[in-house]
Nanobody, 124 residues
Framework: QVQLVESGGGLVQAGGSLRLSCAASGRTFSSYVMGWFRQAPGKEREIVTAISWNGGTTFYADSVKGRFTISRDSPKNTVTLQMNSLKPEDTAIYYC?????????????????WGQGTQVTVSP
C-alpha cells in the first residue's frame, strides 16, 4: 500500500502564498503521476494540477495557471505545490493523489491513492 501525507495548509490573506507538500511512503512506483485536487464546500473535487513521473509534463487548471507551480523530487517521493497570488476562491481542502500510470489524467477516478487532505483558507 501507499500512504500520502500532505502538509503546509493554513490561513492566508488574499495575495499571499502557501506551499503544500506531499510525502509518499510504503510501496511506491517508479512510473507514477502525482496530482493535486481540491474540494470546496458544496462543490465536487476538482483537479488543480498534475505532474508526470519524470516531471517533464505538467497540467494546470485554467483557474490556477500562472499562480501555482507543481514540482516533484522522485528519489525522495515528494511532490510540492507552490501557490502564489492566492484568492478567496482558492479556499478548499487540497488533496494529494497518485496515479499508477505513465500518463497524466485530470479525472479523479483515475487516481489510485489519496492523502487525507489539508485545509487552505484564503481571507479577502
Amino acid at each position: 500500500q501507499v500512504q500520502l501525507v500532505e502538509s503546509g495548509g493554513g490561513l492566508v490573506q488574499a495575495g499571499g502564498s502557501l506551499r503544500l507538500s506531499c510525502a509518499a511512503s510504503g510501496r511506491t512506483f517508479s512510473s507514477y503521476v502525482m496530482g493535486w485536487f481540491r474540494q470546496a464546500p458544496g462543490k465536487e473535487r476538482e483537479i488543480v494540477t498534475a505532474i508526470s513521473w519524470n516531471g517533464g509534463t505538467t497540467f494546470y487548471a485554467d483557474s490556477v495557471k500562472g499562480r501555482f507551480t507543481i514540482s516533484r523530487d522522485s528519489p525522495k517521493n515528494t511532490v510540492t505545490l507552490q501557490m502564489n497570488s492566492l484568492k478567496p476562491e482558492d479556499t478548499a481542502i487540497y488533496y494529494c493523489a497518485m496515479r499508477r500510470n505513465y500518463y497524466l489524467s485530470t479525472k479523479r477516478n483515475e487516481y489510485d491513492y489519496w492523502g487525507q487532505g489539508t485545509q487552505v483558507t484564503v481571507s479577502p
